[in-house]
């Protein structure tokens, strides 16, 4: 069977050669394409005729590869397209990466980083680090500000508040009402460093000799680098899109303030956050350790596999819950013994019915 096989797909391939279509070649040997092309597929590739099409690579062409990828090492096959192709000579990329790919000399390929996208911090436990940035809200239909503070481990909001202008003696009053919040004292070795961009009210000299009388790190984002205070400016994307873009103009003060404090709120204590691995802010700052996070999430995923487990096991199993039958709103369905209407109808079969029994059943399929 093996060789009846090998030899329709070598009649096949000889009859392409010479322009005929798989499908003529077939219907006349009355073989199904679909029973050929199953054929094809399964036998081994040494056993298949290689067929050269007249659109295949030339030796010369594969030279002309093999110098521009000597000549410029670190080109790959779309930019050796476009030199060849300066030259006069047009191969497509497929053609040119499956010939490099033959020679081996396809590398991997993995873009550069940016070095300044790559924050400068590592954060490892709460109030080690804080950001604080300031951002446009209506109120009344006059311009104010919300300035908050972020922890960079938790996401938790630290202090916040509605202002009408930011200058540097805001910054110091929520800088220390951060640290009355966290029960930080201002004679504390070790206070929050504090993360802001290079607006004015934050490199003013009135900001800078506080945080240094303080005994505080008070350090820069770079120029045009937001991802040195990105977790602020995430804050602020999400607020927006979910609270102050929606109200649109606060009628007054007290109005902004009990509604962003209702978001905060919720922000803090249900609303779960991705690169906290889906808990919250609130969580994560009373936890205040990663590995016993991980070890947490890493519980409930037990758990929740060992439930998933004994429900299966439940339903696969037929006489873990008794089956009543019926139909919804109906009464469950009753067993009805067949024997009495049984013996009447066998009794009234014809002598030549071949009733099939497990004694018969032999005798029948004989």
């Avoid at 991705?274 to 519980?299: C, D, G, I, Y």
Wanted: hydrophobic fraction near 30%.
């Amino acid at each position: 069977m093996e060789q009846q096989k090998q030899g329709v797909l070598e009649v096949v391939d000889a009859h392409r050669d010479q322009g005929r279509t798989v499908a003529e070649v077939l219907a006349s040997m009355g073989v199904a394409r679909s029973s050929y092309y199953r054929w094809k597929k399964s036998a081994p590739a040494e056993k298949s005729a290689h067929r050269h099409s007249s659109y295949e690579i030339t030796a010369e062409e594969r030279e002309l590869v093999d110098e521009v990828k000597e000549q410029n090492p670190r080109y790959r096959h779309r930019r050796i397209q476009g030199v060849l192709q300066q030259r006069g000579i047009y191969l497509s990329a497929s053609v040119i990466y499956g010939h490099l790919k033959a020679q081996g000399q396809i590398e991997p390929y993995e873009r550069r980083a940016a070095p300044w996208k790559q924050p400068r911090y590592e954060v490892w436990q709460r109030n080690l680090m804080w950001g604080s940035d300031w951002t446009k809200l209506s109120v009344g239909g006059v311009r104010w500000y919300l300035l908050t503070v972020i922890d960079f481990f938790s996401r938790w909001i630290i202090v916040w508040e509605v202002v009408p202008t930011v200058h540097a003696g805001t910054i110091k009053a929520i800088y220390q009402a951060g640290l009355n919040n966290q029960g930080i004292s201002i004679h504390s070795q070790s206070k929050p460093e504090f993360r802001v961009d290079r607006g004015s009210p934050n490199t003013s000299g009135i900001t800078q000799e506080f945080f240094e009388t303080l005994g505080a790190e008070l350090t820069f984002a770079r120029v045009r680098r937001p991802t040195d205070n990105a977790l602020t400016e995430r804050f602020y994307g999400t607020i927006k899109q979910e609270e102050i873009y929606l109200v649109g103009n606060y009628p007054d003060e007290r109005s902004a303030k009990e509604e962003i404090g209702r978001y905060i709120e919720s922000y803090h204590h249900h609303r779960p956050h991705q690169s906290l691995m889906n808990f919250t802010p609130a969580h994560v700052h009373e936890v205040n350790n990663k590995s016993r996070l991980l070890a947490e999430l890493k519980e409930i995923k037990r758990k929740t596999r060992e439930k998933r487990k004994a429900y299966w096991e439940q339903n696969r199993n037929p006489g873990s819950t008794p089956f009543e039958g019926g139909s919804p709103g109906n009464a469950p369905a009753r067993s009805v013994d067949p024997g009495a209407n049984t013996q009447g109808i066998f009794q009234h079969q014809p002598r030549d019915s071949r009733i099939e029994s497990p004694r018969n059943r032999k005798q029948l399929t004989c």
